[in-house]
């Protein structure tokens, strides 16, 4: 029977959802209602936004969400891909709209604070923040897409939760519907350089794991670099952790001036 409660993802960018891919099917499955949202535009030097859009779109129809259940925020809020950091405001306030829209919630998903793109601790903290004033963090989840902890140079894991996060409360995936993620992950044309560094990866997880994995979050982690030593976005010079402590701690001042800490 399908339940009233939704199940909703929140991404930064088209193909995020790699990280949740059974968790989306599993919720389909019960007949539960999904709904997910990205919060850039997606857009590359080599893909448009709509040809992003369109990728994610067709994956998710094969998980069994609705494009109907399908928001694509950041282009509407005019974020760049990798300028989430510098939005805050405008994000921050379409999530909390977005989840008050919602008459019950059964469990909030998002990319974990782990440093490895600042998009994705960007989204982290704005979700985690405006979670916690409603009531919603012992339902929400943060799944790992990828991060460098502990690694030389350029190199980086993947779905590899930080032990920082808290336990792992693990899903195991059937080899059928393995598979069918595999597939998945090469249905993002546009995005083939990228996937021709992650999908080795994601072919290890899940011949050697087979399973996915979720981690409670903490309002407290925030404050805290996502782990010690240089950050794969650092390393990449995309970003700093000083500036988005800064941002963060700005956009906490202005959004939520009752929050301390």
């Known amino acids: 029977m399908p339940t009233d409660a939704a199940a909703l993802f929140l991404f930064a960018h088209q193909d995020d959802e790699f990280g949740v891919f059974e968790r989306i ?5 019960r007949g539960q209602r999904v709904a997910c949202a990205y919060l850039t535009d997606g857009q590359t030097a080599s893909a448009s936004a709509q040809q992003r859009n369109a990728e994610s779109l067709a994956v998710l129809a094969g998980l069994g969400v609705p494009a109907a259940e399908v928001a694509f925020a950041g282009q509407a809020l005019g974020i760049g ?10 994000a921050g306030r379409w999530i909390g709209g977005w989840l008050d829209g919602f008459p019950a919630i ?6 974990a ?6 998009d994705h601790d960007a989204l982290h903290a704005l979700a985690v923040s405006l ?7 012992g339902r929400t989840w943060q799944f790992s897409l990828y991060q460098a902890k502990g690694l030389p140079g350029p190199l980086f894991r993947v779905l590899a939760p930080l032990p920082e996060n808290g336990a792992v409360s693990a899903i195991a995936i059937p080899w059928r519907a393995r598979l069918g993620h595999l597939r998945r ?15 080795p990866f994601v072919l290890l997880h899940y011949l050697a794991r087979g399973g996915e994995q979720l981690q409670p979050v903490s309002p407290e982690r ?40």
């Open 25 to 29: 099917a599993a919720c389909r499955r």
């Open 81 to 90: 891909d990798a300028r989430l950091p510098l939005h805050l405001d405008a």
């Open 106 to 111: 059964e469990a909030l998903h998002l990319p």
């Open 113 to 118: 604070w782990e440093g490895g793109h600042h």
């Open 131 to 137: 979670a916690a004033r409603r009531g919603l963090l």
């Open 185 to 199: 992950c090469l249905a993002y044309p546009s995005q083939r350089g990228t996937w021709l560094g992650l999908f």
């Open 222 to 261: 925030l404050l805290e670099r996502p782990h010690a030593g240089p950050l794969y976005y650092e390393k990449r010079r995309f970003f700093t952790w000083e500036r988005m402590a800064a941002a963060l701690a700005a956009w906490r001042a202005a959004a939520l001036p009752a929050t301390k800490g």
